[in-house]
């Protein structure tokens, strides 16, 4: 790069850099600073003044350092290697940059973000004279039990296979070569893509199937399809990180990205330590295998972290493009967004709301754009999907707080986190009353098909029961319990039963962390069953107390701990609702004076 121009630094503000005599220098162009060749990436171009933002602390650059132009925009690096590994924010393996200088970050280090001397056993999946485009897959290494790389051709080349073969290579060996109108090109398992960049796809499908996470209560009320976005809130101690260990352990997503913008310092620290301990409850083998890890501690600096996010999802863009279903958690999204509000301030731009940049929204919507479901490139029509994640931490809880408002508007699923649950141990502590989920018709369409149309009525059901519980524990606080009619008792008690024998999951419970959708439909039908066969019960004569304390609430409760393979024994408590809530009005016409009468209804 010695022959490059060279230009000189003018100014330096934190994480940003003024340098003048870059001419030809284009926006988000990555350029090297200083002796120590600081990473940095240009974010401005005002007249002859470039702004670059730096992604490595700044101390000792100075007006006059020079600049040396890369002529290449911030790129990852794709290809077998990445399964596993921990990367910081500009795709850097954090294990090797931070081995080199104890566990200090150096700066500058050139350390390429994937392994250039390992091998890996290349499988040719096409053969000598095929013709090939962009996106076709032509062989596979199988990189980890969990996960088989599939080696695409990359963006831009079209011809004829003249020559494959299966072999022993490394990411830089030619493992096939073909032959276009441009001439050959020799085909590497490495390939590299601009992060700012949405990779490729032939079409965009909408997302209508769900993204099953055996999670009652996002499975059933507030569900997310596959290819979609959802919103998390996480203020501390109420559940989140447990939520998404959750979702990456059972989620039916074969492909983990996790981007962490860490809050203090020691709590990424913990990410990196619990995550590579994970272990993938489906197979026993560690989670990591099918996982790539980008890591912002707090004390990186800002500019990386703005960039991290883009990082990881140009990774799970390219194991979307294999045909995999990937989701994506970014973690949280809030801390990216205060970067973001950093280096506009160092620009010295107009500040909107609460100093963040005017386009927040704009950089926010484009970041979720890059989830969907989409049919990839390639002659196979294989199919792909990211679904994102983000986890939002405004300060103090404010909702009102402008990146969560950005955040409510494009995503498609809120799953309010409250930690007024969570001090009550009501877990997952995911808010019935403020989560949303606008996937659900779709979703509802798809789940019917196989469970059947009352899997929609009793997911309505239960939430106008929840919706109507919220009322009138506002009236018992007026007027007290005396005010209700009894058809309001039995409504408290089914909303009751819907929390905790339905919507309470254990995580650290064998039988009760992962419940699949027919399962879920069965607990919540015998909950709703239970509520009908007693308001007929009511109806009849009934008395609330004698339904309220019917000895088969018991084996409702227990419910959940039944083994998916047992799945019978839900007929038969059923068929004890009926006969219990029966034997309520029976004895009651048997014995008119034996129970007061019934309230209102
Ligand atoms: P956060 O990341 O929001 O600070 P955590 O996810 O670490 O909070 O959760 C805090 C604690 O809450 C956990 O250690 C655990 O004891 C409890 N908890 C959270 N979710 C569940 C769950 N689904 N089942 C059981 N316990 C849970």
């Known amino acids: 790069m010695s022959d490059k121009a060279e230009g000189k630094i003018i100014k330096v503000s934190g994480p940003l ?29 005002r007249s002859d003044k470039y702004s670059i933002q730096v992604y490595e602390q700044t101390e000792g650059l100075g007006p006059g350092d020079p600049v040396v132009r890369t002529e290449m925009p911030l790129t990852v690096e794709l290809g077998p290697g990445m399964i ?27 350390i390429p973000a994937l392994d250039r001397d ?48 299966e072999k022993n290579a490394t990411i830089e060996e030619t493992v096939a070569v ?30 209508t199937e769900p993204l099953v996470t055996g999670q009652r209560v996002l499975a059933t009320l507030f569900p997310i399809a596959k290819g979609g976005t959802a919103c998390v809130p996480g203020p501390f101690g109420s559940g989140k990180t447990v939520v998404q260990h959750q979702l990456a352990k059972w989620a039916n997503a074969e492909f983990i990205v996790y981007v962490g913008c860490g809050e203090r310092g020691n709590e990424m620290t913990d990410v990196l330590l619990e995550f590579p301990q994970l272990k993938d409850p489906r197979t026993g083998r560690p989670l990591f295998e099918r996982t790539v890890l980008v890591a912002n501690t707090s004390n990186m600096p800002v500019a990386a972290r703005e ?28 801390r990216w967004a205060e970067a973001l509000r950093e280096i506009s301030g160092r620009l010295e731009e107009m500040p909107g709301e609460e100093g963040y940049p005017a386009y927040l929204g704009s950089s926010i919507a484009g970041f979720y754009e890059r989830a969907g479901k989409v049919t990839c490139l390639g002659s196979d029509r294989r199919q792909g999907s990211i679904s994102l994640i983000g986890a939002v931490r405004p300060p103090g809880g404010d909702m009102s707080d402008p990146v969560v408002q950005a955040t409510l508007r494009v995503v498609r699923a809120f799953w309010g986190l409250d930690d007024r649950l969570a001090s009550e141990r009501h877990f997952p502590a995911i808010s019935w009353l403020t989560s949303y989920s606008l996937y659900t018709r779709e979703i509802d369409k798809h789940v019917s098909q196989t469970i059947g149309p ?18 009138l524990q506002e009236m018992v606080r007026l007027v007290g319990m005396e005010a209700l009619s009894d058809s309001d008792r039995l409504t408290l008690q089914t909303a009751k ?16 962390t992962y419940t699949s959708l027919e ?11 239970y509520h009908h066969k007693s308001r007929e019960a009511l109806e009849a004569g009934a008395d609330i107390d004698s339904l309220t304390s019917l000895p088969v609430l018991e084996r409702i409760a227990r419910a959940k701990l039944l083994p998916e393979d047992k799945l019978e024994e839900f007929d038969s408590i059923l068929k004890e609702i009926q006969e219990q809530t029966a034997e309520t009005h029976i004895s009651k016409k048997e014995y008119p004076n034996s129970t007061r009468n019934p309230k209102s209804k």
């Open 118 to 165: 390992k091998k890996w056993h290349f499988v040719p999946d096409a053969a000598e004279g095929d013709v090939v485009s962009a996106g076709e897959i032509v062989g596979h290494v199988d990189e980890t039990q969990a996960i088989t790389h599939k080696i695409m051709v990359p963006s831009g080349i079209e011809g004829r296979i003249t020559s494959i073969e």
């Open 84 to 110: 596993g590994t921990i990367f910081d924010g500009i795709q850097r393996p954090l294990e090797k940059i931070m081995g080199r200088a104890g566990n200090f970050i150096s700066r500058g280090v050139d």
């Open 519 to 529: 399962k879920q439909f069965k607990m919540l039908n015998l909950i709703i069953h």
């Open 178 to 207: 073909i032959e276009g109108e441009s001439g050959a090109h020799h085909l590497k398992m490495l390939q590299r893509w601009p992060v700012r960049e949405a990779r490729p796809v032939a079409e965009r499908i909408p997302p």
């Open 17 to 45: 850099v003024v340098a003048v005599d870059l001419e030809g220098t284009k926006m988000h162009e990555v350029v090297r600073l200083g002796r120590q060749r600081l990473f940095g990436e240009v974010i401005e171009i």
């Open 307 to 334: 960039a991290s996010i883009f990082t990881g999802i140009a990774m799970a863009e390219y194991f979307r493009d294999m045909g995999y279903n990937v989701a994506v958690m970014a973690d949280s999204t809030s």
């Open 454 to 471: 009352e899997w929609q009525r009793n997911r309505t059901e239960a939430s106008a029961l929840l919706q109507r519980e919220d009322e």
């Open 497 to 512: 039963m819907i929390r905790e024998d339905f919507l309470q999951q254990n995580a650290f419970m064998d039988e009760d």
